[in-house]
Structure formats: C-alpha cells, structure tokens
C-alpha cells in the first residue's frame, strides 16, 4: 500500500497535479466540508464517514496543508492564551500542556503577554479583532474583572483556570479544590507532630489564595491548635515575595516547626532562607510547597507538595474552549462547565517530624539573626 502510494505520490509531482481535498471528496463521495471536518479531527463525524474519507486520502497520497484546508471553508480554529503568571514554573507546565492540545486538535494557539493591572483589557481586545474565536486564562487573569468583562462585552468565550468564577455566561473554568488540598497538607503536618504551623499565603487578588488559606485555618481549628495570625506572612506567589515572607516567619521570637508555603516558588525561597539561618531542612524546620512544578524536585532537600496537575488541566481548557467554539459556530447554546481535577500530596524529603526538644528561637546579637536551640 505504502509503495503504490509513493508511486501514485511520485506520478501527482511528475504530473505537477497534487491531489486537492475536492478530488478526495470526489473520491470519497461526500462534501470537501466532510474531508475538512474529518482532517481537523471534528467529532460530529459518523465513523463509518471517517473511515471512507481516511482510506480515499491514502489511497490518492493526498497531504493537507493550510491552502488546500482554506477550500473547505476556513474551518480553522484560533485560539489565545493570556498570560501574566508571576511564576515561570507554572506557566512553562502550562504552555506544555496547552500547545500539546492545541496542535492535537490543530488549533492555532496565540500567545500573549499582558500586566493584569495595566494593559489586560486592551490585549483582550486586541487578540478577539484579530480573530481569535476564545480565549485560555491561566492565573492571576483568570480572576481579574477587567479581562473578564472585557471578554463578555465582545461576547467571546474563555476558560479560566485554577479559578472558582463562574459569574460570566461565556466563561468555563478548570481547578481543583483549593480548599481541601490545603487542608489535607495541614493535616499531614499535624499528622507528623507539628503544633506551630506557619503559612504564607499567595495573591490576594487570587481566589485560590483565600481558599487555601481558609483550607490551613479550618485543619488548625479542628485539631483544637491555635492559629496566631503572627504565623501567617503574606506572599504574592513569587520567589521574592516568598524570601521576605519565610524572613518574617523566622523572625519570630519563637519561629514555626514547619511552613507550608502556597506555591513552590515560595516555599523553595523559604528553603532557602532557612539554610541562610543554619537551619536543617527538615530536621528544624519543615517546608511544604503547592503546585509540584519541576521547581519542587529541582532544589535540595526536594519539596513536599500538593501536585495540581497542571499539563492536563491546560490540556482540558483547551478541549472546553474548542467545544465551546465549535457549538457557537453551530448555533448551539454556550455551554459552561466548572471541572474539578484531582489533586495529589507529594511527599518527598523536605518535612519530617518535629524534633523532641523546646522550640527553635531566634536571638538577637549585635544586631544579626542567630539560631538558638534551647
């Protein structure tokens, strides 16, 4: 089969006559948008139809390309992807997933970068004129009104992921559950004997942060610990933001047992200071992460942390959006859907139970930070 293919592939270039997606259609005895729909791999084709359509593009060694595909009637989907995610581990993840998709199903996948404070709106707009037909919104966009309501006023859809939002009628959404992931690492850490827990907590203006902060609070309450609000630092999901976070915890006059950071990011920088401060990791202190980006097995001691599986939920975003554009295209209904993913705790060697022995200190002298292990 292979070689009469090459034969009849070598005759088309002697001949200068390529087979076209008309003469596959001919072939097959259905429409060139049939020959389409099945290439780009649309699913509202009978099987039996695709079958045909796949033996008649064999047997004529027929190879689809942009122009031959423009004949069929532009079926072609455009898609953007807005990013402004402070961590470049989780967009990297991200990006992998979402292209993946993208080229499976062969989407034109546009990548922009915007400041959500300052120019989301105006690149929200500019990808819709220029053509893009919906839109993926990874975190922190994926919670910013300005981006969202610029989406709604141009009636495009998008999916928002890593996001509780469901306000907007054209907008889907991915995540897990925030809340209970943090809570289950809480637990885990009280599990080990830990009592003074410190957590530092992502953006604000990130509805997964609030979640997993309320995740921490609740595991304390219900193991009947205290819950100070001296062991809760703010971060902003980044590394800076998580070394001035880790240097306030570690501060204190008595510092945490452990800290269970809201990003990898963070929690790497928390190692990190931690090291600075001639503390062991884990053998003084404890560090958890969330994400499981590559950062967590890409630093010493490798981090503890919720896996959110991030490949795969670019991957479904894009199947959503993809759905989403083919039904408007079809006069259908946008259908909106929240899909909540798995999430996992990764253990690996960054928490260990407390030592026996009185808490950890940190004393003053001659106006340097120093260790004292009483």
């Known amino acids: 089969m292979k070689e009469k293919q090459t034969r009849r592939q070598r005759n088309n270039h002697r001949n200068n006559k390529m087979p076209t997606i008309s003469d596959v259609a001919r072939r097959a005895g259905v ?33 689809p390309n942009r122009a031959a595909r ?17 961590s470049a581990a989780y967009l990297s993840e991200f990006l992998v997933g979402g292209l993946e998709q993208a ?12 400041d959500v404070e300052l120019d989301a709106e105006e690149v929200a707009y500019r990808l819709v004129s220029r053509g893009v037909e919906g839109i993926l919104l990874p975190p922190p966009l994926s919670d910013s009104p300005q981006v969202l309501d610029a989406l709604e006023s141009s009636d495009t859809p998008a999916v928002a992921i890593a996001s509780g939002q469901m306000q907007k009628k054209n907008v889907s959404a991915v995540s897990i559950d925030d809340y209970r992931a943090a809570h289950a690492m809480t637990r885990h850490l009280i599990s080990l004997g830990h009592q003074r827990i410190g957590f530092i907590v992502g953006d604000t203006n990130q509805v997964a942060s609030e979640r997993r902060l309320s995740g921490y609070r609740d595991a304390l309450h219900e193991a009947g610990l205290p819950a100070p609000e001296e062991l809760v630092a703010q971060g902003l999901f980044t590394y800076r933001s998580g070394l001035d976070a880790a240097e306030q915890l570690l501060g204190l006059e008595t510092i945490p047992t452990a800290i269970f950071a809201s990003n990898d990011d963070m929690a790497a920088a928390t190692v990190a200071v931690a090291h600075r401060c001639g503390l062991d990791v884990p053998g003084d202190l404890s560090v958890c992460g969330f994400d499981d980006t590559a950062l967590a097995t890409t630093i010493w001691p490798e981090l503890t942390t919720i896996h959110q599986p991030i490949i795969e939920m670019s991957r479904a975003a894009v199947d959503l959006l993809i759905k989403n554009i083919r039904a408007r295209r079809a006069g259908a209904e946008n259908e909106c859907r929240h899909l909540l993913l798995d999430f996992t705790l990764v253990r690996r060697q960054s928490d260990a139970p407390p030592r026996r022995r009185p808490p950890i200190t940190m004393v003053k002298t001659s106006g340097e930070k120093q260790t004292s292990k009483s």
């Open 31 to 63: 429409s060139p948008m049939t020959v389409s729909r099945v290439i780009n791999g649309e699913s509202n084709v009978r099987a039996s139809t695709r079958e045909v359509v796949n033996a008649a593009i064999d047997e004529l060694g027929y190879t």
């Open 103 to 114: 080229s499976r199903h062969n989407v034109q996948l546009s990548v922009e970068k915007c």
């Open 70 to 86: 423009s004949l069929a009637g532009a079926n072609q989907i455009n898609i953007g992807l807005l990013y402004s995610n402070p």
